[in-house]
């Protein structure tokens, strides 16, 4: 079953005459309350198309989970504690609860019988979630729960609560940690409303000795720290945010190329991230970069509707723009997720490589870059190309199968050895300018990335007053937004060429990949000789000869406004 099956079917239950009663039910309440709308939805395995049937899912992908998540916001569903059950608890109980546990919650929660929240922030803690004061212990039958939780959302439409505790005093502060599943309708638990800027209040929980069973630890006591990474990596894949993003700019009277580009950049990489999880490859780092893109992106979104005049009167704009600051906050701030990339996230010259490509797209890569890099810079161009023909990746119906796939990957590594020489336009095979552009976006994600790497190496090695350069925050995190401007541009890339092969191009939007990979390499360079210092502008930087090629292929096309502008559409 596609994406598309799955929403038709979402807007169909959303149409019914028991949904318009829903509706009109919820619009007369200060805070809407979506679970009637939940187990209309329930009742179809609509709300968790991605669990196992056995748990009351349809065993389909995250894409298809994805596509529920958009429905449900483009049609007006408050989205909120669909998302904190099931996308966020829901699928962490599936992949760490217990087999009671995964039985006793996993058919309500997708049934819409049975809501949840999480309970992890603290005040006066903030983002540093290993500082928690909560504690548990044990009581002979399980365990007392003692501390405050705030700001969580929809608390007093959900049955439980997933808790962080400390249980123990260790060597770190990251161990000793343990989750408990909590009813929230338990004796000692209250919650009180905080007001918030935005449509749906805070919550602040306090907990005084509320018991819970030995049953209610998920995964072993005392170590849960690697869990709440797990689980915070599932909260962070933007799709909520890609949703609201697309929705919030369709809405607004004008359009902006930029936005819709940046917003196709988060789409692609929101779901490179869902993909990912659907192998059963969690990646904390990727996560956080998905996270930030993406948010940012909403954020901006709601924030250019405010600009220019969308959100003066009570609606959906000026609501998004209430909305806004906490898109950047929740599930971890913008901060932090900078600093999970630049500790861990950012490349070396070395180890560039893009993470999680298939095997074959890597192999592919790998030949290309022995090819590329064999050549020396101060010769022709065009001296790769015929061995660069002969593995076959610029023509589109190649033995490789890959099509405009393959190309991208090409070009990508001819960008980052900064070979062209004016042929990469004249490829043979499709020569569309939507083509064009596509491949002259990846030859532009590759030399930022290579510039990018060469630029981390240097923060890295190069030491003022006594350390090294990427220990100033400010620095680590310049380089973690430029990873992150690149990761989405390269997933943007990589998406357009895969739906130019699968028969839906989008000539628009190969125009705001090429403007958007522009931007990105312009910004990338300049940083570059920044970071360098005065030695970036000498004939031995490493970087130099990037921040010259840059703005000479960014214009070889088109101006970027003119490119933003194209991909406005009509």
Not at 303 to 308: A, L, P, Q, R, V
Not at 341 to 362: I, K
Not at 452 to 470: D, M, N, S, W, Y
């Amino acid at each position: 079953m596609t994406e598309d099956v799955v929403v038709k079917e979402v807007e169909a239950v959303l149409a019914s005459p028991r949904a318009r009663a829903a509706f009109a039910a919820m619009a007369a309440e200060r805070e809407p309350d979506p679970r009637p709308l939940y187990r209309l939805l329930g009742d179809q395995r609509l709300l968790a198309v991605n669990w196992p049937t056995a748990y009351g899912g349809r065993d389909l992908s995250g894409r298809c989970a994805a596509a529920v998540v958009g429905a449900l916001i483009a049609g007006g569903v408050p989205e909120v504690l669909h998302t904190l059950s099931v996308q966020i608890c829901g699928n962490f109980l599936l992949a760490a609860g217990s087999a009671e546990q995964r039985a006793a919650l996993l058919p309500g929660l997708a049934s819409g019988a049975i809501t949840m929240t999480v309970l992890y922030s603290e005040p006066d803690v903030g983002s540093d979630l290993s500082a928690l004061g909560t504690t548990a212990e044990p009581d002979g039958t399980g365990w007392r729960i003692r501390g405050r939780k705030v700001y969580s959302v929809k608390t007093s439409m959900a049955d439980y609560g997933l808790v962080a505790a400390r249980t123990s005093a260790e060597v770190t502060q990251y161990q000793g940690i343990s989750l408990f599943l909590v009813p929230l309708d338990a004796p000692g638990v209250t919650v009180e409303a905080l007001d918030s800027l935005a449509d749906e209040d805070f919550a602040d929980v306090r907990l005084d000795e509320v018991h819970v069973p030995a049953a209610a630890v998920v995964g072993p006591v005392g170590g849960a720290w690697p869990l709440i990474t797990e689980a915070l990596a599932l909260e962070r894949t933007g799709v909520d945010y890609v949703a609201k993003a697309d929705l919030w700019l369709r809405t607004a009277p004008e359009s902006n190329g930029r936005l819709r580009t940046r917003v196709a950049a988060a789409r692609a990489l929101s779901m490179r991230c869902v993909d990912s999880i659907d192998a059963g490859r969690v990646d904390p780092v990727g996560a956080a970069a998905t996270k930030h893109w993406t948010s940012e992106t909403a954020r901006a979104v709601a924030w250019w509707c405010t600009d220019i005049g969308a959100a003066r009167e009570p609606g959906r704009l000026e609501s998004a723009y209430r909305e806004a600051p906490g898109l950047t906050i929740s599930a971890g701030t913008s901060e932090m997720m900078l600093e999970l990339v630049a500790n861990s996230g950012l490349p070396s010259p070395e180890a560039d490589f893009p993470a999680g490509e298939e095997a074959l797209a890597g192999e592919l890569r790998k030949a290309v870059r022995a090819i590329a890099t064999a050549y020396d810079e101060r010769d022709p161009a065009r001296a790769c190309w015929p061995d660069l023909e002969r593995l076959g990746v610029f023509d589109l119906a190649g033995s490789l199968g890959l099509g405009l796939r393959a190309q991208v990957i090409a070009c990508a590594e001819l960008g980052r050895e900064l070979h062209d020489d004016g042929v990469l336009d004249h490829l043979g095979g499709d020569d569309s300018q939507a083509v064009q552009r596509i491949r002259r976006a990846a030859w532009l994600t590759g030399l930022a990335a290579s510039c990018l790497a060469r630029t981390v190496h240097r923060a890295r090695t190069r030491e003022q007053f006594g350390r090294p350069l990427i220990t100033n925050q400010d620095v680590a995190f310049r380089l973690a937004r430029l990873k992150i401007h690149h990761d989405a541009v390269w997933a943007l890339v990589t998406d357009l060429a895969g739906r130019h092969d699968d028969g839906a191009p989008d000539p628009a939007l190969a125009a705001g990949a090429l403007a958007e990979a522009g931007t990105l390499a312009l910004a990338t360079t300049r940083e570059a000789v920044q970071l360098h210092g005065a030695f970036g502008m000498t004939a031995a930087s490493p970087v130099r000869r990037h921040y010259l090629t840059a703005p000479v292929a960014v214009a070889a096309d088109a101006p970027i406004a003119e490119l933003y502008a194209a991909a406005a559409g009509p």
